[in-house]
């Protein structure tokens, strides 16, 4: 009880609520994230041709409540060379097991067959979570000439339960990492036929096929 009392004598007594976090969890789960995790990440991320965030020196690391377990998580995207975000990850970690959750954007140009668009949303190897549309044009951004934006959502987590996981961990980091920009160069012209979708879509399900 002791790292309780600690913590809390920190925390302002003028604030209607107060979280507390075992110092120790917390910094034994930032060390698994920053020196095996995000090394990796980085290093996955740089072999890339494409911009990346986060940088070594920008890394930050955030709380989530899962039950009652802390897990700690950090975040990392893609970006091409019009500084548009194709991709986002979340890696988190918890004493017991791991979660990577990711994120794809797809934009297309206003002049898309509508048929290519319901086509990619309504594809049920996606059901569980189902791709999401939002139009609109970017006026700070009109290079991307991107009118449709559709979001893939996937995510999977392992528990430990006393061995090592983190070879699949990375396989996964990896995995999704390969996939996302290869989604990203099969669509970055947009689709000028279903056959078009059809590869995309084949691509996709290895990394966002909702299971």
């Not at 988190?92 to 898309?112: A, I, V």
């Not at 996964?172 to 990492?177: F, Q, S, V, W």
């Not at 590869?199 to 990394?207: E, N, Q, T, V």
């Amino acid at each position: 009880m002791s790292w309780i009392l600690e913590e809390a004598y920190k925390c302002d007594p003028r604030k209607d609520r107060i979280v507390l976090e075992n110092p120790e969890v917390v910094k034994e789960l930032d060390d698994l994230l920053l020196n095996k995790y995000y090394l990796f990440i980085h290093s996955e991320l740089k072999k890339t041709k494409y911009r990346f965030i986060p940088l070594p020196d920008d890394v930050e690391i955030t709380s989530i409540w899962s039950g009652g377990d802390l897990e700690r998580a950090l975040v990392f995207m893609l970006f091409d060379d019009l500084n548009y975000s194709f991709f986002r990850g979340k890696f988190s970690c918890t004493k017991g097991g791991f979660f990577l959750e990711r994120e794809f954007f797809l934009g297309l140009p206003q002049n898309t067959d509508p048929s290519f668009i319901f086509r990619t949303l309504d594809d049920e190897r996606f059901v569980g979570m189902s791709p999401t549309l939002h139009i609109e044009t970017s006026s700070v951004y009109p290079a991307w000439n991107i009118h449709y934006h559709i979001t893939l959502k996937a995510g999977t987590g392992f528990e430990f339960k006393g061995w090592t996981l983190h070879n699949a961990a990375k396989g996964h980091l990896e995995t999704t990492i390969h996939d996302s920009i290869a989604l990203y160069e099969e669509s970055i012209e947009g689709f000028s036929s279903m056959d078009d979708v059809e590869r995309f879509l084949k691509i996709a399900y290895r990394c966002y096929e909702a299971y």
